[in-house]
């Protein structure tokens, strides 16, 4: 599917990196990061990338972007950018052969087909399973999630909206957190926890219950900050609750594609607190799932702790592209 060099992406809504894969089964080599606001269009960030390269970035002959977005039309709108991504008009700004424009998670599963045990921190003593479905998800700026799974001859890979399902309490304390949570757009959805700007809602929220007044939100990495040094007790409570909240999610996840090779967490926040997962309510949570509690034991939960897992996956996708099946918006010349 791709003629190297390849051009590889990974565009958020706040920055976007590119490296360049210079020929069948090397690993890509960052190029630059980019921010958004400081380019009208992703090719003119490509082309500035590029340029930074020198004479060592031989020019791309295809590209694989991934975006922090759903791939449903031939151009897609960033959520938080002014950037429209359409594979077809950056492939004939660069005379490109073909151009692959997929969901940022859909990389992040590809590298979790072959992802070493010394790239991942196991979060409860569970033994590695192979041949069953994997599932990756990440909370950061948003919540990211997508599955892999064995077919046929093909691991097919599923991006998935997760984020967006509705996210109800469980016990007497949750439904008083729940009460008090700022809502988005009238729900709670499990986005609207789990992630960055989640953090801050269920810090508020955890800290009204407490004390019985409205709380202003703090920002993620201060709850994160004061909730691991233990210098806000409502802090430290808001991490071990988003560590629960997070366990009962990933269950459900691996409840729902029959995950039994694992469950994978990446995103931003993860990998910061590690240590609260470890301890906290985690694992339990995840292994509540009556009257599959046994089957939930054996499978595997780890933080993803590999720098860049988003590229490395696209290098899978570029270098064994006949391995996987995904959705993506996909531009062939001629085709």
């Not at 894969?21 to 082309?47: V, Y």
């Amino acid at each position: 599917m791709f003629e190297f060099p390849v051009l590889v992406g990974d565009i958020g809504g706040t920055n976007a990196r590119f490296g360049l894969i210079e020929s069948r089964g090397a690993l890509p080599r960052l190029l630059s990061h980019e921010a958004t606001a400081d380019h009208p269009h992703p090719s003119r960030a490509i082309q500035a990338s590029l340029a930074k390269g020198g004479d060592r970035a031989p020019p791309p002959r295809s590209a694989i972007l991934a975006i922090a977005g759903r791939i449903d039309g031939p151009e897609i709108q960033l959520t938080n950018a002014h950037w429209k991504i359409a594979g077809q008009r950056i492939a004939e700004d660069f005379g490109l052969s073909a151009a692959v424009v997929v969901n940022d998670y859909v990389p992040v599963a590809a590298g979790a087909a072959e992802i070493e045990p010394h790239d991942l921190t196991p979060v409860g003593p569970c033994p590695p399973a192979s041949g069953g479905a994997r599932v990756v998800l990440g909370p950061g700026t948003g919540f990211g999630a997508a599955a892999l799974v064995p077919y046929s001859a093909h691991l097919a890979i599923v991006s998935t909206e997760a984020g967006h399902t509705d996210f109800g309490p469980s016990d007497a304390f949750e439904e008083k957190v729940w009460h008090a949570l700022e809502r988005v757009e009238d729900r709670i959805t499990v986005e609207s926890i789990l992630s960055g700007p989640g953090l801050s809602r269920l810090h508020a929220a955890v800290a009204h219950v407490r004390t019985g007044q409205p709380h202003e939100k703090l920002d993620p990495a201060a709850v994160t900050e004061a909730g691991l040094n233990a210098s806000d007790p409502h802090a430290a409570e808001t991490l071990e609750l988003f560590g629960r909240l997070l366990g009962r999610v990933c269950g459900d996840l691996a409840l729902t594609f029959l995950a039994t090779s694992g469950v994978y967490i990446g995103g931003g926040i993860a990998p910061r607190i590690v240590k609260v997962l470890q301890e906290s309510g985690f694992r339990e949570a995840f292994e509540r799932k009556a009257p599959f509690a046994g089957m939930m034991r054996q499978i595997p939960t780890s933080v993803i702790t590999v720098h860049d897992p988003a590229f490395r996956g696209l290098a899978a996708l570029a270098n064994e592209g006949a391995k996987f099946v995904y959705h993506g918006q996909v531009w062939r010349k001629g085709a």
